[in-house]
């Protein structure tokens, strides 16, 4: 029954923005029901961010596949997410990835995370409790890296963290406006950035909260 809603889900996100086919079908593929909370389940295929507690946020469908498509999955083997939040980013990932490794520094949603990725019998997204500003070094370096927070900058152990041309998408605060921005690492630096477009998203912030 999924599979249907998916679709038209996928359908409702074409008509706003061009999805790739691979993108369609990793999205098309996750019951995204299962990523929601119990109470907003009948909104789970709508267009709209919805609340999850710990003043978080579930993106919407919309910006979760254009993330996906503009970190231009195709070859990338190992991908970092920055802001785990409710693992359906990270599960929409782990369709286009060999492996999956997501941080979130806010331990109720992970673990929370933790049990929707278990329910749903995938085994290639690895979770991690930690201020993602940290990076994960033990499975560096990363083809691609995700923020799916608002940082004001990317730090430079993330930048160390992204493989040589690997693709890094963040949004970015510039001035007083969010904005995506797509990075590549040429000469272990990172390129000027392509400015993609506005958005809004919860911001970056330091440290863990148990």
């Known amino acids: 029954m999924f599979r249907i809603k998916s679709h038209l889900m996928c359908h409702q996100i074409a008509e706003k923005f061009p999805l790739q086919d691979n993108v369609k079908e990793a999205i098309s593929s996750i019951d995204r029901e299962l990523f929601v909370p119990s109470s907003l389940k009948h909104l789970a295929y709508n267009l709209d961010a919805l609340p999850m507690g710990a003043d978080q946020w579930i ?3 919309l910006t979760v596949a254009k993330m996906t498509q503009y970190l231009i999955p195709e ?8 802001g785990c939040g409710s693992g359906y980013q990270a599960m929409v990932l782990s369709k286009l990835f ?10 109720k949603l992970l673990l929370e995370a933790k049990e929707r990725i ?3 019998g995938i085994s290639n997204i690895n979770t991690k409790l930690d201020d993602g500003q940290n990076g994960w070094s ?4 990363y083809d691609r890296i995700m923020f799916s927070a608002c940082v004001k900058k990317i730090p430079e152990a993330i930048v160390e963290q992204l493989e040589e041309d690997g693709i890094l998408v963040a949004p970015i605060l510039d001035g ?5 921005m797509r990075f ?14 506005k958005c809004l998203f919860v ?8």
């Open 203 to 210: 911001p970056v912030l330091d440290g863990v909260m148990r």
């Open 176 to 180: 007083d406006t969010q904005v995506i």
């Open 59 to 61: 993106s919407s469908p």
């Open 138 to 141: 033990a499975f560096a370096p």
């Open 75 to 82: 070859g990338g083997d190992s991908v970092l997410e920055i």
């Open 184 to 197: 590549r690492k040429k000469n272990n630096r990172l390129s000027a950035p392509e400015i993609l477009e």
């Open 118 to 120: 278990k329910k749903s």
């Open 98 to 107: 060999r492996r999956v490794f997501s941080i979130e520094r806010i331990e």
